[in-house]
């Protein structure tokens, strides 16, 4: 069993950065595969990023790639979302997960454990 809490959450204005970080607590954090997700209001919870066991690969989604970057610290069983270029399509409830499965890790259904989320808010 692992519980997630996100941080980092906040107001950007567009073109700014936003960092958020999630921090597990439970053993065996390296055995799962860490993703990213998120919410706007009014729509599905969307795949924005995943990382690998040991951050080995990377997934991002089309929408992300190039302006976001994943991280994970093994030691401090966290994981990191860097958000730079925000654009107000941006604007969500972002969300950590945590997987156990071996692959599709851009579907919320791969997904074991989830965080309780925090706001991501971007002003044009």
């Known amino acids: 069993q692992v519980q997630l809490v996100e941080s980092g959450g906040g107001v950007a204005q567009a073109g700014g950065s936003l960092r958020l970080s999630c921090a597990a607590s439970g053993r065996s954090f390296s055995s799962y595969v860490m993703g990213w997700f998120r919410r706007a209001v009014g729509k599905e919870r969307d795949f924005v990023a995943a990382i690998t066991w040991n951050g080995g690969a990377t997934y991002y989604a089309d929408s992300v790639k190039g302006r976001f970057t994943i991280s994970r610290d093994n030691a401090k069983n966290t994981v990191v979302l860097q958000m730079n270029s925000l654009q107000p399509e941006d604007t969500a409830v972002y969300y950590c997960?945590?997987?156990?499965?071996?692959?599709?890790?851009?579907?919320?259904?791969?997904?074991?454990?989830w965080g309780q989320g925090t706001q991501v808010t971007v002003s044009s």
């Open positions: 997960a945590a997987s156990r499965r071996r692959g599709h890790w851009d579907m919320s259904t791969s997904y074991d454990h």
